[in-house]
């Protein structure tokens, strides 16, 4: 297994290494003008925009410009964001959080109460309660996101006013805000450090509506794989040679069958969480909640292309990484995968 491990972690660097080359060579696309304009942060340098180019080394050979980008990129300069207004990587470091919040409030319930319906569905095949939950996937497939999000958001904001409408806090809490000290960059996690459980159930009232768009549209996938997945379990030789010993049922089902049936959803739990790490792009911009999604929306409206290159290679990162861990989990569920 340790074997396994490392195998998977030697990867990660080569694995970015190539997925920066292939950044920077989309960014060929564009003139150098364009390029050196998202490192210009005044009036004044906008003068100077030739002297940028050549310190930038714009003009020159692909592997020159290259390896201009990755020395600048270690350094930590990614450009400078018109849609934002400060820098790319202080962009990224202000708004991933808000991100991570919503993934982790999101994300676990999607993929625990995915795989525990999903469970329960084939048990029951074409019973009520079966019928029920294949009926929720449709819906869950058939609605778009936009259009899921402006139905919660018209109901329980428009309608009911039983929730706020966009945003991470009221305006009366965006004042207290700043007095808060800062531990993990998740505003509702440092509201709550601080003694703050009023910013705090802010924050989560907030956040109610996106996570519930995203886990009706989420988990409903989760739900349709595992219920497949386990109908073909319980049908499998070694499931009837377990009941054939006279284990019991519960056994039968949950220790032998699901543990089987949750390769795929494992696999397609990673992808979920790729998927929210990156930025909710859609969820993120129908209710105004600060984070990457938003903010590389506006980016792209705004033909900003520091701040898109920067998402390009945070989600490149995330990918890579999020990847090579449920690599490493699919190991420990199935020791069949770390001999491949």
Not at 248 to 259: D, F, G, Q
């Amino acid at each position: 297994m340790l074997n396994f491990i490392v195998r998977r972690l030697i990867q990660i660097p080569l694995v970015m290494l190539a997925l920066s080359v292939l950044i920077v060579a989309l960014t060929m696309l564009l003139t150098p003008a364009q390029r050196a304009a998202g490192y210009i942060r005044s009036d004044q340098q906008a003068a100077q925009l030739e002297r940028i180019i050549r310190e930038r080394g714009l003009d020159q050979p692909f592997p020159v410009q290259y390896g201009k980008w990755l020395q600048s990129t270690l350094s930590g300069d990614l450009g400078f964001s018109k849609a934002s207004g400060q820098p790319v990587l202080d962009t990224i470091i202000d708004r991933l959080p808000n991100t991570i919040e919503l993934t982790l409030l999101t994300a676990i319930p999607i993929i625990l109460i995915g795989v525990w319906l999903g469970t329960l569905s084939a048990l029951h095949k074409d019973r009520f309660i079966d019928q029920l939950l294949r009926v929720f996937v449709v819906l869950g497939y058939s609605l778009p996101t936009f259009v899921l999000g402006i139905v919660l958001l018209a109901v329980f904001y428009g309608y009911l006013g039983w929730l706020p409408g966009a945003g991470q806090v009221e305006v009366i809490n965006q004042f207290a805000i700043g007095d808060l000290r800062r531990y993990t960059g998740m505003l509702g996690i440092d509201a709550m450090l601080n003694g703050r459980f009023d910013i705090a159930l802010d924050v989560l009232r907030h956040l109610i509506m996106p996570a519930l768009t995203l886990f009706i549209v989420s988990s409903a996938t989760i739900l349709k794989v595992m219920r497949n997945n386990m109908l073909e379990a319980l049908t499998s030789d070694y499931v009837r040679t377990a009941r054939a010993k006279g284990l019991p049922e519960r056994t039968v089902n949950l220790k032998h069958a699901r543990r089987n049936a949750l390769l795929s959803v494992i696999t397609l739990g990673g992808f979920l969480i790729i998927n929210l790490l990156s930025g909710s792009i859609i969820t993120e911009t129908i209710f105004a909640y600060p984070g990457i999604g938003q903010w590389v929306v506006q980016s792209a409206l705004q033909l900003d292309v520091p701040a898109v290159l920067g998402f390009a290679l945070l989600s490149a990162i995330i990918v890579v990484v999020v990847s090579t861990l449920t690599d490493i989990l699919y190991g420990v569920v199935d020791p069949r995968v770390r001999f491949d």
